[in-house]
């Protein structure tokens, strides 16, 4: 019944981690949905390298678009470029990472193919329907699609990306002659330029280890000269609390929790950092939780796999000294 869609996200050509982990959703609901093949669509600048590299993972057909319109992510003509892709290829699923641009652009999607939407799928049930946080995480909701389109973003911890697989051949660009409406001149905004953060530590959302900060380091210094050298010990990326961002300790993008970033790295230590339930949920599913706080009631250590209580004053550069002298 129809094709299951995939929104390849890319940088240049360079394909998300997250985007297989995408793939390896669409694998899932393959069978449940009793969709045929798995096609993508790839757009933007480098698009084609992107969709050739994801033909290695099985997907039978991938359309790519390096149109100027697709230069600079904009949800509007992407939305309607997927939802053409989507039309061509005969899909009647989209499944895309629940990045920014997917959790933007995906609802957009949603509307032009009249499609039942599930966002932030962290698990697929053999009959379909689907699992996805609510409240912070504190409920998981069992979610099923009942229209005979469906759309749906997944978070990229939640499934192991796919591996390599015989696939498809059939690689070729998106024709954009079927919607006139993407011509248009934009409604809403453009993208004027970026500036991209230059950073040497791994990416917050891909790193292996996170080592991330609270109100507790009490300043940006603080911050600087406690959490930063305990993560390049490791070869961390740095995260915060919402509380350290917003008392500017840390840079917005380095924020984890609902309203931050999802990170489920091998190794999470936090450093002064209380537990709340909206900084749970963008670290709980890590694999092993290392807290330090004075504190020993706070809600941190109920998730913690190993706990110090002690001021993260004296305990975090002696910690950040015994990893240096284990590396040399
Ligand atoms: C809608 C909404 C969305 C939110 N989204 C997020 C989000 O995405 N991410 C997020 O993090 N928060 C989020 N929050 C905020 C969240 O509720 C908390 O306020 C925030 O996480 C607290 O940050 P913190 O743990 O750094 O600070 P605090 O709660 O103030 O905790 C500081 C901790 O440091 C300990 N401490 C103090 N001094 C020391 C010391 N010397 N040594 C060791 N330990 C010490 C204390 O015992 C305390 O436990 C959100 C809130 C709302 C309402």
Redesign the pocket.
């Known amino acids: 019944m129809g094709n299951i869609l995939l929104f390849i996200q890319h940088v240049d050509g360079k394909v998300l981690k997250g985007t297989l982990s995408a793939l390896a959703a669409a694998r899932e609901l393959k069978v449940p949905w009793q969709a045929e093949q798995i096609v993508g669509v790839a757009l933007g600048s480098g698009a084609q390298v992107a969709a050739k590299e994801m033909l290695g993972y099985g997907l039978t057909s991938v359309r790519y678009s390096e149109n100027g319109l697709f230069e600079k992510y904009r949800a509007e003509p992407y939305a309607r470029a997927i939802a053409l892709a989507a039309k061509e290829l005969s899909a009647t699923s989209v499944v895309a990472l629940a990045s920014s641009s997917g959790k933007d652009a995906l609802p957009r999607v949603a509307v032009l193919l009249e499609a039942a939407q599930a966002s932030d799928v962290i698990g697929v049930n053999p009959d379909g329907s689907l699992r996805r946080p609510m409240y912070a995480g504190n409920i998981i909701a069992e979610v099923e699609l009942l229209a005979p389109t469906r759309v749906v973003t997944v978070r990229s911890t939640a499934f192991s990306p796919a591996t390599l697989e015989v696939g498809g051949s059939e690689c070729s660009e998106l024709g954009l002659a079927g919607d006139p409406e993407l011509h248009e001149q934009p409604r809403f905004g453009e993208i004027v330029g970026y500036e991209m953060s230059k950073a040497d530590r791994p990416e917050l959302s891909d790193a292996a280890v996170v080592v991330s900060g609270?109100?507790?380091l009490g300043s940006a210094e603080n911050f600087e000269k406690v959490v930063y050298p305990l993560a390049d010990s490791l070869g961390a990326a740095i995260g915060a609390?919402?509380?350290?961002v917003d008392s500017g300790y840390a840079p917005n993008d380095w924020?984890?929790?609902?309203?931050?970033k999802v990170v489920a790295p091998n190794l999470y230590i936090s450093v002064?950092?209380?537990?709340?339930i909206?900084?749970l949920a963008?670290m709980k599913d890590s694999k092993v939780i290392v807290a330090?706080?004075?504190?020993p009631d706070?809600p941190i250590f109920e998730v913690a796999d190993y706990g110090l209580v002690?001021?993260?004053?004296t305990v975090a550069p002696e910690l950040t000294e015994k990893l240096r002298g284990l590396r040399s």
Request: aromatic letters at 4%.
């Open positions: 609270g109100r507790a609390s919402r509380a350290a924020q984890v929790g609902q309203t931050g002064g950092i209380s537990g709340a909206q900084h963008g330090i706080n004075k504190d706070a002690a001021d993260l004053f």
